[in-house]
């Protein structure tokens, strides 16, 4: 292997921000507000989110589901 190679190799190991999203899996309950528009009193909402570490840790997958929507979002964060 050549030492570029090396380099990028070593550069691609999860590193502390990826120890972060660690913290972050599991399933958490949550409590929204949403202001859709300035002066207006929020929507509140409650729903729940399942996180889990995908493609070594390098990524945070969280599926939510709550009133009135339902998303998945993809997390990372840089070494």
């Not at 502390?16 to 949550?30: I, K, M, P, Y």
């Not at 509140?44 to 009133?67: H, P």
């Amino acid at each position: 292997m050549d030492e570029r190679m090396a380099a990028w190799m070593k550069y691609a190991q999860p590193g502390d921000g990826h120890r972060f999203l660690r913290q972050l899996a599991g399933s958490w309950e949550a409590s929204t507000k949403l202001w859709m528009e300035p002066g207006a009193p929020p929507m509140e909402s409650t729903g729940s989110s399942v996180n889990e570490r995908i493609m070594g840790g390098r990524f945070l997958k969280s599926d939510y589901t709550g009133e009135p929507f339902k998303t998945m979002e993809i997390v990372y964060t840089r070494n």
